[in-house]
């Protein structure tokens, strides 16, 4: 199975049962054997938009122990690569979560980002390629 690269989005909807993809992005997460991989800024905006939902930060804190989400990128060392793509995407704007994901997927071959975000119809990685995603639009 190929690589499965968390947004934002999916996983704010897998922890709170109001938001409107959750019965969807839970059937999703239910297919998988394997942990998504993410990124820390993907943490940090879920952390942010989790702290109003009872039990939301606890239960992303228990995914990450557990190994259900796994961290696997580093913006140091690829700070640059990152920074040129929100500047390429700057009229969208890119935020620093989706540039990471972009860069993640032009680094891990085959890799399919889970979002619910429709600007991933827009990003490119590698400047040409489609990114494949696993999104309730695609």
């Given amino acids: 199975m190929s690589r499965v690269l968390l947004d934002t989005g999916p996983l704010v909807a897998l ?28 943490l940090t905006e879920t952390f942010h938009l989790l702290a109003k939902v009872r039990g939301g930060q606890a239960a992303l804190r ?6 259900l ?10 700070l640059a690569a990152v920074l040129e793509l929100m500047n390429r995407y700057g009229n969208l ?9 972009v860069r993640m997927a032009e680094l891990a071959s085959g890799a399919r980002v889970f979002t619910l975000d429709e600007d991933f119809r827009i990003y490119r990685k590698n400047r040409t390629e489609l990114i494949e995603l696993i999104a309730p639009f695609a």
Avoid: Q
Avoid at 20 to 32: G, I, Q, S, T
């Fill in 93 to 101: 704007p890119m935020s620093l979560a989706d540039a990471c994901l």
């Fill in 15 to 42: 922890l709170s049962e109001r938001e409107a993809h959750h019965p969807w992005v839970k059937a999703r997460f239910a297919e998988w054997v394997e942990p998504c991989v993410t990124c820390e800024p993907v």
């Fill in 62 to 67: 228990d995914a990450l122990r557990e190994g």
């Fill in 69 to 78: 989400i796994v961290l696997d990128f580093n913006l140091r060392s690829e």
